[in-house]
């Protein structure tokens, strides 16, 4: 059964604080992901990465980076969280080339107070 | 980029009838067409997609129609149940800037199945 984990459910932290959320999956796929979800907004790609080491920005990347040393976990980082950062971030992946299914994780929740 | 746009943001079905959700898109070379549920406290999970070669998909009660000149796809669910109730997204795939595949989504259905 294919699988993809997050670090966290939730998570609650200050604004300025940095913040690390870790995503791991058991497929061998080449592509990750890394989303937000807001209420209206649907979701939104802030960074993926193609192959160990390569990433590329999505439509939302300002403020976030992301980290991919190994194939099976990718990495996504706010060096600084701000309020605006609280929301709901879901990580997917993907085999290469064509589109295929993405198959995501439950989701972290992060709170920035 | 793509835009891709979704409606109803909310749909409200008596058990055993259709459901029927729209999306549109922007770019022409879109050639992926996911769509994906929601169910509350876990990922979206695929539930069907087409590719641009073909018009239409079915699997079981659940169909997806393309009309590539119009550049919008419709999600179709008959008979609906109470474990359909969830959130739904449309998607297109785009090529990105430097030639990878990624998938642009709706904003969301709100789909509720009432008994």
């Known amino acids: 059964d294919v699988k993809v984990t997050q670090s966290s459910r939730y998570l609650v932290k200050r604004t300025g604080e940095k913040v690390f959320l870790e995503c791991v999956q058991d497929m061998d796929h080449e592509n990750m992901f890394w989303y937000r979800q807001d209420p209206g907004l649907g979701l939104r790609l802030i960074y993926f990465s193609y192959d160990v080491k390569m990433k590329e920005k999505g439509d939302i990347p300002e403020g976030y980076s992301v980290s991919r040393e190994k194939k099976e976990r990718f990495s996504l980082i706010l060096e600084s969280a701000s309020t605006n950062q609280t929301s709901m971030y879901l990580c997917?992946?993907?085999?290469?080339?064509?589109?295929?299914?993405?198959?995501f994780g439950p989701g972290t929740r992060l709170t920035v107070t | 980029g793509e835009n891709v746009e979704q409606h109803p943001s909310t749909l409200s079905v008596q058990e055993g009838d259709s459901a029927v959700i729209k999306c549109t898109y922007s770019?022409?070379?879109?050639?992926?067409f996911p769509w994906y549920k929601q169910e509350l406290g876990k990922g979206p999970q695929l539930i069907i997609d087409i590719r641009s070669n073909v018009g239409e998909k079915k699997d079981q009660r659940i169909a997806v129609t393309l009309n590539k000149t119009a550049k919008h796809f419709s999600l179709h669910i008959t008979e609906t149940q109470p474990e359909d109730s969830a959130v739904y997204f449309c998607a297109a795939s785009t090529i990105s800037n430097f030639g990878n595949e990624k998938l642009t989504f709706g904003t969301g259905t709100r789909l509720t199945i009432i008994p």
């Open positions: 770019d022409s070379a879109s050639n992926y």
């Open positions: 997917a992946s993907s085999l290469g080339g064509l589109p295929y299914e993405q198959y």
